[in-house]
């Protein structure tokens, strides 16, 4: 009887929490409880199957398959976006969804690194409204500069980002790829170029494309890449993608190869030190790309589409 008692008390909190809105404070007041007897009566409710609380997902949200990626890759968040009809839909999908994450999620005092040759980062800043942070700093991780006639690229979309975020510019005034590991020498003494790869360690936000083995229109444009006979060599010794042109295998292990002293930019080592390294990339080009750097934990946040998604989930 006493049992049967609390079940209708524990009814008649429920129906007032969840079906007429009232307050816990409230309950208590009206019922003559204390606050935690409500909250201990509202636990019940669940524990007996009285209240069954269900998640009605909207359509184009995917929050199951964001925490099945979450758990089988061991990462902070997973974001998954419509795939689109085209390459256009998409990429304006993935740069939709990154500038919300960066407007929900920037901190002061940030300091954000961004590889400043992406298409997908560009589509970000293009959705991104103004979030004014104080003494945040964006600093380029990828060397900037490139033919003259893709340039302007990655100078506007390290500038954007800082107007929009009310941040400091730290420019990486040199190229992502040089021709030896002299030049490369030779540029890292420069002042300007050695300020920014100073900033490297102190980075705490990372905005990352994610690579396909073969480079995309708009870094290809800008001249830094490798020859057609140096990606081969990549492609024989198992690279299915890049981040800032550190490439990796399916399983996420770094390619080892004397390129790597030919660029100019931050190392992969240096990302995986980053408190929150964002890699932003979809569609089916990428989907071993994606793969291999979740399995190298060279990202810990992932935006990324649907089918990219069930791939990740199924391979």
Same mark, same amino acid.
């Given at each position: 009887m006493e049992d049967t008692e609390e079940l209708r008390l524990?009814?008649?909190?429920?129906?007032?929490?969840?079906?007429?809105?009232?307050?816990?404070?409230?309950?208590?007041?009206?019922?003559?409880?204390?606050?935690?007897?409500?909250?201990?009566?509202?636990?019940?409710?669940?524990?007996?199957?009285?209240?069954?609380?269900? $998640?009605? !997902?909207? @359509? %184009?949200?995917?929050?199951?398959?964001?925490? &099945?990626?979450? /758990?089988?890759?061991?990462?902070?968040?997973?974001?998954?976006v419509d795939s689109g009809s085209s390459e256009a839909q998409l990429l304006r999908n993935l740069g939709a969804a990154a500038a919300y994450y960066l407007e929900t999620t920037l901190k002061p005092s940030e300091i954000i690194g961004i590889s400043c040759w992406s298409e997908t980062l560009l589509a970000m800043t293009n959705?991104?409204?103004?979030?004014?942070?104080?003494?945040?700093? $964006?600093? !380029?991780? @990828? %060397?900037?500069?490139?033919?003259?006639?893709? &340039?302007?690229? /990655?100078?506007?979309?390290?500038?954007r980002l800082a107007n929009l975020t009310g941040a400091q510019t730290v420019m990486l005034s040199a190229p992502g790829v040089v021709a030896s590991k002299s030049a490369r020498d030779i540029l890292l003494a420069d002042s300007f170029v050695s300020e920014a790869i100073g900033l490297f360690h102190q980075i705490s936000l990372a905005l990352v494309g994610i690579g396909a083995r073969t480079p995309s229109k708009v870094l290809a444009s800008s001249g830094n890449v490798f020859s057609d006979e140096e990606l081969e060599t990549l492609s024989e010794k198992g690279a299915v993608g890049d981040i800032c042109?550190?490439?990796?295998?399916?399983?996420?292990?770094?390619?080892?190869?004397?390129?790597d002293q030919r660029i100019i930019g931050m190392t992969l080592e240096e990302l995986k030190n980053v408190r929150r390294t964002v890699g932003i990339a979809g569609g089916k080009r990428k989907h071993a790309a994606i793969k291999g750097a979740l399995e190298g934990n060279w990202v810990n946040v992932l935006i990324t589409d649907k089918s990219s998604a069930e791939y990740l989930l199924k391979s």
């Open positions: 524990v009814t008649k909190v429920a129906s007032l929490y969840y079906e007429k809105n009232l307050r816990q404070a409230d309950i208590a007041t009206q019922l003559d409880l204390s606050q935690a007897g409500v909250s201990r009566l509202l636990k019940r409710a669940k524990d007996e199957n009285i209240v069954r609380i269900t $998640v009605a !997902q909207p @359509l %184009g949200s995917y929050t199951r398959l964001e925490q &099945e990626i979450e /758990a089988r890759y061991n990462i902070k968040e997973a974001i998954v959705a991104m409204h103004p979030v004014p942070t104080k003494n945040a700093r $964006v600093v !380029q991780i @990828l %060397g900037g500069v490139g033919n003259p006639s893709a &340039e302007a690229h /990655a100078a506007h979309l390290t500038r042109l550190r490439f990796f295998d399916e399983s996420g292990k770094p390619v080892v190869s004397g390129f």
